[in-house]
């Protein structure tokens, strides 16, 4: 998944710096995030995760997303939570597409937070998706 | 959402200086809110999301809960959650009329919380709802 | 339920003085007893709310419980949570009857707290119940 | 409980003071235990609940396992969490068997820590049990 | 499981110093990782647990879990949680196969993570399993 973002990033964005992490599971991503931040300074983090379909992998799941909430608040800074969850899709071409999709379009958003906190606003409500097709706005 | 918040507080609150964050999904709100709080010195939040029906939308609604829960008490401040969930009514109009009560129930609590801490005392155990009509006191 | 306790307050403790704080709901408990205890000196609080029957309340209840501690392990001091929970009875007037209960039990219990940190002592593994008459202790 | 503790301590180790705060229910075992270490200057702390059978109690045990845990990591000091569940045994005298059971072990336990974190080393994995017999290691 | 660890590092990296701490439970291991870090100035640290088939033996973990990324986020260390749920296997031997593996490939995590924090790169996304054999990339 991180090589998706890569791509992204150094075709819209060749200017960002970019400093990777790799740890063993889903539950190690929140201290790796806030040593990124906190020891290599990095401005935003973006966390690629995939979980399997035992219940203990939700439950690492959830662990790991509390984890990195908490990171963000000790930082002030944006971590993007990108999992993906192998109940998502049928197969594995499936949940490769969901992984591709939404990291390309979690990357866009990083550089989007990166530039201005309303930079993301004309999309809000609208429906947007990361891994699917957008849902559209709701009908009144 | 939003913008049936920043309606109220345009008619009822006109010197209110109103600061937007926009973020790509509901576990984002968290550090946006402390960010609002501790960087652009907001003196009250309200935070917006809207929950599909999967059990993991659930999960990520909670898990921002819990987040924002944190980041008030990092910062003394109130940050007023204001969720929408896709099963709280039958159709997309339904779903649309909740989320217009309940923004528009929650600004006006956001203004009476930056008033005086006993402002809502006379609503206090009489079964006032957002997102519905009010429920009424419980009878003796 | 905040008048059960102001009432035997002004009876049992008339030398204390009370501060109340009305938020909107469950969750925006846990900052404004913080702020009670930091803002307006309390030396102990207590925070009431009532549990509507859909599963979201239950686990509203449940995250407001977490903010609840995280604000007394900030502060060091007691926030006693005094909630009700609607199966806790069939009717409205044995709901009634029970938030009556635990709130006066509460703020004796919160009385004693404030006095000696042994005050409870003599009633410890008896089976004291708020909201309901005692279990008494258990059998050897 | 308290008084198994209590009778364990005066006789394996006379020499230890011992602090008691009585709280009115589980929930509020944490911040007791913390100020019983940072007001009271206790190097250790048992904290003793026993847990209801109905789920809402349960879920209180878990708020305040939370909570405990927590309170650990901010003081840096070991809290040894002693609850005993209702649906643990059949009869009433069989829970008073294990509270008993475990409180004593969970004694021994805190008198272990207190002195060495290898005390308990040679035990490690042999399947100790507290408020049951032991279950002794994993076969190979 | 700590000794298949301890093996591992004195054949793998004799001249790491190794500090043990032996806690009596799972929820007392988040205080006791923190401790390793602070007081004896471990550069990383491996948690292991075991958790019987009970419910509150889950709960126990989770609430363990939490605690564990909480040390590490206040600390800025990782610790690798090495636990062992015991339906993974249907067998004592299936189960000390999967503890004797999973410590074993966790205290080689634990060697690179303290070399660099690219040194997992090359395995991140491959379907690397602690515990049980490689699953493997998801096909495209």
């Known amino acids: 998944m991180a090589s998706f973002a890569i791509g992204v990033l150094k075709e819209s964005a060749p200017n960002i710096q970019i400093e990777r992490y790799t740890v063993p599971g889903f539950k190690d991503l929140p ?18 995760g995939f979980a399997g379909k035992a219940e203990i992998d939700l439950q690492c799941a959830h662990e790991a997303n509390m984890g990195l909430i908490q990171a963000e608040l000790m930082t002030n800074t944006h971590i993007l939570k990108v999992f993906v969850y192998s109940d998502e899709a049928k197969n594995e071409k499936g949940l490769h597409d969901i ?7 979690h990357t866009l958003n990083a550089i989007a937070l ?7 606003t004309p999309f809000a409500g609208k429906g947007k998706r ?11």
Chains 1, 2, 3, 4, 5 share one sequence.
């Open 31 to 48: 201290v790796a995030a806030k040593k990124l931040i906190e020891e290599y300074n990095c401005e935003i983090v973006l966390a690629f």
């Open 130 to 140: 990361q891994g699917f097709p957008d849902e559209g706005p709701i009908a009144r």
């Open 114 to 120: 990166m530039q201005d906190k309303e930079m993301l």
């Open 99 to 105: 992984a591709k999709d939404r990291s390309i379009k």
